[in-house]
């Protein structure tokens, strides 16, 4: 038991100086973060506790898979919809967004799964991949709506141009919405296009760490970066062509 304790006091000592060294780099280089690393750290390190209790209990019963699936989809929205508020109705639009692009994204992998055996059926793996998608529909949502955003307030003189041309608000918001989805994907499909070269994505390390072979790592991955493209597309445009729909882009916080 000792032995046990000894490993998780190293583990934790390790994670504070991770911590304390990006804190330290941030303050030397002005950025203003302060103890924020920090409080992010301890807040996942809670959660993934919370989270491991969860799947102990998940993958013994099989139908709170649904439970939990719609947890993450919650937490996501809740999340999204914050970053957005600055947003005229971005709350709402967040979580609408997040909401389709996770659910159609989830729910293809998984049919095709079944019909076309792109993921083996089982609770393990509809978790693993709810999980993966659902936090990609968070970021896109967050980026797209963010960028739609910027682009409008600095644009404003060409979408008023448009409305006083007796364009609906959607025909006058639709370069800036088309612009701000293509922007929140690019970052998504440059790691996909350098996966294997620049980086090894978590799912196909995941995979090898669970006993997974190369190649079966490798397909798993592969539907993954599949279905996080698709998420992004389906969120972005589904935020931004919402944000569009007002004349009024941005609220007083």
């Not at 920090?38 to 998940?58: E, M």
């Not at 898979?65 to 999340?79: D, G, I, K, P, R």
Request: zero cysteines; proline letters at 3%; aromatic letters at 6%.
């Amino acid at each position: 038991m000792s032995g046990l304790w000894e490993d998780w006091l190293r583990f934790v000592l390790g994670l504070a100086v991770l911590a304390l060294v990006t804190v330290g780099v941030a303050a030397w280089a002005g950025v203003g973060l302060g103890w924020l690393p920090v409080r992010a750290l301890v807040r996942a390190a809670v959660q993934l506790t919370a989270v491991a209790l969860l799947l102990a209990g998940v993958l013994a019963t099989p139908w709170t898979v649904v439970a939990f699936v719609a947890l993450m989809l919650a937490t996501a929205s809740w999340t999204s919809a914050g970053r957005l508020r600055s947003l005229h109705r971005g709350r709402r639009t967040a979580v609408v967004g997040v909401l389709v692009g996770a659910s159609v994204s989830v729910g293809t992998v998984l049919l095709l799964g079944e019909t076309l055996g792109l993921v083996p059926s089982g609770v393990r793996y509809v978790v693993a991949v709810a999980g993966i998608l659902v936090g990609n529909a968070m970021t896109a949502a967050t980026l797209s709506g963010r960028g739609f955003l910027r682009s409008a307030r600095v644009r404003a003189g060409e979408v008023e141009g448009w409305l006083a041309l007796g364009a609906t608000p959607s025909q006058a918001h639709a370069a800036i919405g088309r612009e701000a989805a293509r922007e929140s994907l690019l970052p998504t499909l440059d790691q996909t296009r350098a996966t294997g070269l620049v980086t090894l994505p978590g799912a196909f390390v995941g995979a090898l760490f669970g006993g997974a072979s190369p190649a079966d790592a490798a397909r798993f991955q592969l539907v993954v970066l599949a279905g996080i493209a698709l998420t992004g597309v389906v969120t972005a445009v589904v935020v931004t062509r919402l944000a569009g729909r007002s004349q009024f882009v941005a609220v007083e916080e």
